[in-house]
T-cell receptor
Framework: EPEVTQTPSHQVTQMGQEVILRCVPI?????FYWYRQILGQKVEFLVS????????KSEIFDDQFSVERPDGSNFTLKIRSTKLEDSAMYFC????????????FGSGTRLTVV | QKEVEQDPGPLSVPEGAIVSLNCTYS??????FMWYRQYSRKGPELLMY????GNKEDGRFTAQVDKSSKYISLFIRDSQPSDSATYLC??????????FGTGTRLTIIP
């Protein structure tokens, strides 16, 4: 069964450093997403990406965050200057038809900012 | 009032029992409703999605939506230990972002 692949599975970084989280969505999917889940809290939306541009973003997704689809297969989330409160599980997801038909999530990257 | 409310549990039931999981929501614009299953330190896995009020069945799982009451349910029949996980409801307005509930932690006792 096709799956969304995320790397690395765990990243530890120092506060103020830049991190790039990588994702390979399912190949025929057109919609791409980043969500995050702080330990013990609910899954929160960060950003959606369709047709090579951001289609929706949350208040969390401020100027410190950016997304890119540098080639036909990868989808990345960059955090420019990490803060302690950025520590969370970050999930990439992709969908063939958008939110209305649900997504396939990756296994996540656990980001720990120290 | 939170947009989506879900009892976090934990909920423990004996193997073979029928499990009922529920969410309420406040935004009447929500149109699409989903249930995800999440195992510890893994990504959410889509179980079912529905549109509009009514029931949808898939194997041992039945999703129910009551838009007039702003209430959705997931029923699991003949529950198995492998069903032990956190169950997340999620909903969206059209193709906009998914809004998740907090999740209900379920344990099926053999």
């Amino acid at each position: 069964e096709p799956e969304v692949t995320q790397t690395p599975s765990h990243q530890v970084t120092q506060m103020g450093q830049e991190v790039i989280l990588r994702c390979v969505p399912i190949s025929n999917h057109l919609y791409f997403y980043w969500y995050r889940q702080i330990l013990g809290q609910k899954v929160e939306f960060l950003v959606s990406f369709y047709n090579n541009e951001i289609s929706e973003k949350s208040e969390i997704f401020d100027d410190q965050f950016s997304v890119e689809r540098p080639d036909g297969s990868n989808f990345t989330l960059k955090i420019r200057s990490t803060k302690l409160e950025d520590s969370a599980m970050y999930f990439c997801a992709s969908s063939e038809g958008g939110s209305s038909v649900g997504y396939t999530f990756g296994s996540g990257t656990r980001l720990t900012v120290v | 009032q939170k947009e989506v409310e879900q009892d976090p549990g934990p909920l423990s039931v004996p193997e073979g029992a029928i499990v009922s999981l529920n969410c309420t929501y406040s935004n009447s614009a929500f149109q699409y409703f989903m249930w995800y299953r999440q195992y510890s330190r893994k990504g959410p896995e889509l179980l079912m999605y529905t549109y509009s009020s009514g029931n949808k069945e898939d194997g041992r799982f039945t999703a129910q939506v009551d838009k007039s009451s702003k209430y959705i349910s997931l029923f699991i029949r003949d529950s198995q230990p492998s069903d032990s996980a956190t169950y997340l409801c999620a909903m969206s307005v059209g193709n906009e972002k998914l809004t998740f509930g907090t999740g209900t932690r379920l344990t099926i006792i053999p």
